[in-house]
């Protein structure tokens, strides 16, 4: 792997800074790896005693997937979720928005989503929630395939791991329903990797727009008609219409309109003329 960069996921211990790119990389690589053919034992369930032990004090990564699926879970537009729910930070070495889920006051530091019953946003519950106990990296090969590495996240505190259920990393990430954000995650690891290549981090005004774009789909929307950027684009008309309409469809124009805005071209988006 020649890997520029790194996207993790499902690192649930305190201190596992995702925007500490290459830091977290070494975190997971002090881990177990999970290789191909292995597989691993582990349940999480209210019987479980330590339910709910992991849901506190956590630097957890929200990604812009993530945030797309919790505000509207939640009924939130992007603006008032991000300063509700979201810290902003950035990548240390490109510069690009980093964001993570605000604890709440209670003296643990728990979860915003977390009542004894379990997660309140179960069904949209983040990427890194789903993919523990597992930790997720990603790089870049010399083709620009994208390269998986999976390790074995063990808390002391634990029991899930003493539960019956044998997954691999594949049957783990299907029954946590992982390909929309693992597809969606790894776009934007592909924008950070091309950014590294260049060797400069973007500006941050240029941050501020990957922002608008990428986290803040309802007023990129707004963006979107108020600047008329269609007009600029060849662009056909029904993916205009489906951006539009569709938050989803919205965010995969997002990455290729900052793609395209931040380095001058894109492979699925081009400029009229």
């Known amino acids: 792997m020649t890997g520029e960069t790194n996207n993790c996921g499902g690192c649930g211990a305190p201190?596992?800074?995702a925007a500490q790119g290459d830091e977290t990389q070494a975190f997971l690589e002090s881990l177990p790896e999970l290789h191909d053919g292995e597989t691993f034992r582990f349940a999480c369930h209210p019987g479980v005693r330590?339910?709910?032990?992991c849901c506190s004090d956590l630097n957890m990564p929200l990604t812009p997937y993530d945030v797309l699926r919790l505000r509207r879970n939640l009924g939130m537009g992007s603006e008032e979720f991000i300063n509700t729910h979201a810290r902003v930070g950035q990548y240390p070495d490109t510069g690009f928005p980093a964001l993570f889920l605000r604890m709440s006051d209670h003296p643990l530091k728990l979860c915003p989503f977390v009542s004894d019953a379990g997660c309140t946003?179960?069904?949209?519950?983040?990427?890194?929630?789903?993919?523990?106990?597992?930790?997720?990296?990603?790089?870049?090969d010399g083709q620009g395939n994208v390269v998986e590495q999976f390790f074995v996240v063990r808390e002391e505190h634990c029991r899930g791991f003493d539960e019956s259920g044998q997954w691999s990393s594949a049957t783990w990430l299907a029954d946590q329903g992982l390909e929309p954000y693992n597809a969606s995650n790894d776009r934007y690891m592909r924008l950070m990797a091309r950014c590294k290549r260049q060797g400069a981090a973007i500006s941050p005004k240029q941050a501020t727009m990957v922002l608008l774009a990428c986290y803040q789909l309802d007023r990129f929307a707004d963006f979107i008609r108020g600047v008329r950027l269609f007009d600029r684009?060849?662009?056909?008309?029904?993916?205009?219409?489906?951006?539009?309409?569709d938050e989803?469809?919205?965010?995969?124009?997002?990455?290729?309109?900052?793609?395209l805005v931040l380095f001058g071209d894109c492979a699925a988006l081009r400029m009229k003329g």
């Open 121 to 140: 946003v179960y069904p949209d519950r983040s990427g890194a929630c789903r993919t523990y106990p597992l930790g997720r990296a990603t790089k870049e």
């Open 248 to 259: 989803e469809a919205r965010l995969d124009f997002a990455y290729d309109w900052a793609e």
């Open 15 to 17: 201190g596992a800074e």
């Open 233 to 245: 684009l060849d662009m056909p008309a029904d993916r205009q219409q489906l951006v539009l309409d």
């Open 50 to 53: 330590c339910f709910n032990a």
